[in-house]
């Protein structure tokens, strides 16, 4: 270790590390005009008029007066002209950070306490490790001022950094999670690429040679050197979603499996047009509000390195055609579900990673299987989409009556999102999801009176004859605490309908069943609606009607919702789909589930179009 008398400005070569030497240390940001070791032992004429050089004397001279005889100041204490020494300085630099006496951090853009927030020195890669090794940690600003210490400003560092308040006044992190740390490090600059890597050494307590001009793989290097040191299986928790309307609500990340109550947002989850492998390019990937954690039940096997690739045991659970491995972790406040990826196998024994982290539901790990995976970016990057996708949004725009969504339900491998969209990536056919709704009537009639208020259900699906085929079921609800009222409600609406009426946890209950017990859908007492889906099933698989084309409406079949006018016409409540968009290289369908009202049809017109779609029900 080379250190810098502060009285004289002469360098002191240490190779005895025990030896007793308190020293002060710098941090700042390099700017222009700094003082190389080269031209310090020189003294290069000029040198004393460099901005640099003022750094130097000003740490010197508060070194001296703190009492210390030496400083160190990475600009000239290390020969950079020397790739071994400066080696040995990088991969040291953490270790002498944690062992200096005091550390002087230089803000050349902050003149007064006002202005720390904004200071470039909270940007830089380097200075995360110079913020958290030492213990004494003091700041000055650009006019040498004294502006504070760590631990005074410990509160306003931790919430411009993200760095837990107790990280900051110890200096003790052993326990925070691997993704945590790298996401101190996610918005933080480095000059050179390979430095984002290299400067967080320390902070995860690993050494490596330096490769300068091997770009991002220095990355994936630190992460092989972290894997084999640490088993904290956060380290592959990245590209977690963030585009949500309060990252800090850990409620508002969509989850495959159960059920999500409405939200006001939309959150795109999956990148369909990426296969990559199980370690991230760059800590900026590890950027999130949501706080990782990893389960300390969830039984861990380290994973390894093979053959530019990674070999991991980890649980997957089928969905179809699609397959999902689960981490041992989760975010903060989500302790009823696991966090995963998706995988797609490009080759007999290689899989690969695909799109952002998802949140799988807890009891998807009753069917998850331990398997070993390998996992590494595909030789060749598939040019499409994996499964074919079918988007589905619902529409429900209709005047005169105001319709809600209280709540989307959905089976395993459907993904949904806040939006109330849906992404089916299965290609069994079968019911997949749920809309609960609820409709008011703000219209007048003549006879003074509004139409009743109603709750029902929309169950979608995709025939099993032919996958392109959708259907829809229409399903009236019960309220739980109103079961006469509603019952009687929808007996006056239609003789039919109230045949299969229901609850909506009794729907739930019985969507469930056939999801786990892989049963006829909805059997038993509610044989009804059961063959009310069949018939749908086969009326959609016929060649009559394909879904295809850009305007495409399949069936304008159930009604629902009638009331005289003194025309004596009815109101109907129309369901169907439209196909809004097509895209053959991502091999995806977008539909609408269109609720649109009818006007003009008799009774007997109304009553027609149920009894041919649900003939001999």
């Known amino acids: 270790m080379r250190l810098l008398d502060v009285k004289t400005l002469k360098f002191h070569e240490f190779y005895d590390e025990d030896e007793n030497r308190p020293y002060a240390i710098l941090s700042h940001t390099w700017g222009a005009e700094e003082c190389t070791f080269q031209q310090m032992t020189a003294a290069e004429p000029g040198v004393e008029l460099r901005n640099g050089y003022r750094k130097i004397k000003y740490c010197c001279e508060q070194a001296a007066d703190d009492g210390f005889q030496w400083a160190w100041i990475d600009t000239c204490c290390i ?29 050349a853009d902050v003149e007064t306490m006002s202005q720390i927030r904004t200071s470039r020195w909270f940007a830089r890669g380097w200075t995360l490790q110079e913020l958290i090794a030492p213990h004494d940690v003091r700041f000055y600003s650009a006019s040498w001022q004294y502006l504070g210490d760590k631990l005074k400003l410990c509160d306003q560092i931790s919430e411009i950094t993200g760095i837990q308040p107790e990280v900051l006044s110890t200096g003790q992190f052993e326990q925070i999670t691997i993704s945590r740390r790298m996401c101190w490090a996610a918005n933080r600059k480095t000059t050179r690429v390979e430095d984002a890597s290299y400067c967080l050494l320390g902070i995860f307590n690993v050494n490596m040679p330096l490769l300068y001009g091997e770009g991002s793989k220095a990355f994936i290097r630190l992460q092989e050197s972290i894997m084999k040191v640490s088993d904290d299986q956060t380290l592959f928790a990245w590209n977690l979603p963030t585009d949500v309307e309060d990252d800090t609500k850990s409620q508002d990340l969509p989850m495959l499996g159960g059920s999500l109550a409405p939200k006001s947002i939309s959150v795109p989850m999956f990148s369909r047009n990426q296969a990559c492998g199980l370690l991230a390019n760059s800590p900026t990937q590890f950027l999130s509000q949501h706080q990782i954690r990893a389960l300390p039940h969830f039984p861990v096997t380290p994973a390894a390195v093979v053959s530019n690739g990674v070999q991991i045991e980890l649980p997957v659970v089928s969905s179809g055609a699609e397959k999902f491995a689960i981490l041992p972790c989760t975010v903060e406040g989500r302790l009823d579900a696991y966090l995963g990826f998706s995988l797609y196998g490009w080759d007999e024994r290689w899989h690969a990673r695909v799109g952002k982290l998802v949140l799988l539901a807890g009891h998807l790990m009753d069917s998850a299987k331990t398997q070993i995976l390998l996992i590494k ?13 079918f988007r589905l949004q619902l529409n429900a725009e209709i005047r005169g009556l105001s319709l809600s969504v209280k709540e989307l339900y959905c089976m395993s491998h459907v993904v949904r999102y806040d939006d109330y969209t849906m992404e089916i990536r299965n290609i069994r056919g079968g019911p997949f999801g749920i809309y609960f709704l609820s409709m008011k009537s703000n219209e007048e009639f003549s006879e ?17 004859a032919d996958l392109k085929l959708p259907w829809l079921a229409l399903v009236p609800l019960l ?33 469930d069943k056939f999801e786990v017990d892989e049963m006829p859908f909805l059997a038993g007492r509610t044989v009804h609606l059961r063959q009310c889906l069949r018939e749908w099933t086969k009326k959609w698989s016929g060649q009559e009607r394909k879904f295809s084309g850009q305007s495409s409406v399949i069936g304008d079949v159930v009604w629902v919702y009638k009331c005289q006018y003194q025309r004596k016409e009815w109101i109907n409540l129309i369901m169907g789909f439209e196909v809004v968009q097509k895209n053959l290289a991502e091999k995806s369908t977008s539909v609408n589930v269109n609720l649109k009202r009818g006007w003009g049809r008799t009774k007997e017109t109304s009553r027609k179009h149920i009894t041919n779609d649900f003939a001999n029900v």
């Open 377 to 389: 970016e595909p030789v060749t990057r598939p040019a499409v989409s994996l499964l074919p996708l």
């Open 448 to 464: 003074g009176r509004r139409l009743p208020d109603i709750e029902f259900a929309v169950i979608v699906g995709l025939s099993a």
């Open 479 to 511: 309220r739980f605490n109103h079961v006469d009222e509603d019952f009687h409600t929808w007996l006056q609406i239609d003789s039919q309908l109230v045949r299969w009426c229901m609850t909506a946890n009794q729907l739930k209950e019985l969507f």
């Open 79 to 107: 020969d950079k002209t020397n790739s071994v020494e400066l080696s040995e300085a990088i991969n040291s630099m953490f270790k002498w950070y944690q062992q200096a006496a005091i550390c002087y951090v230089y803000l």
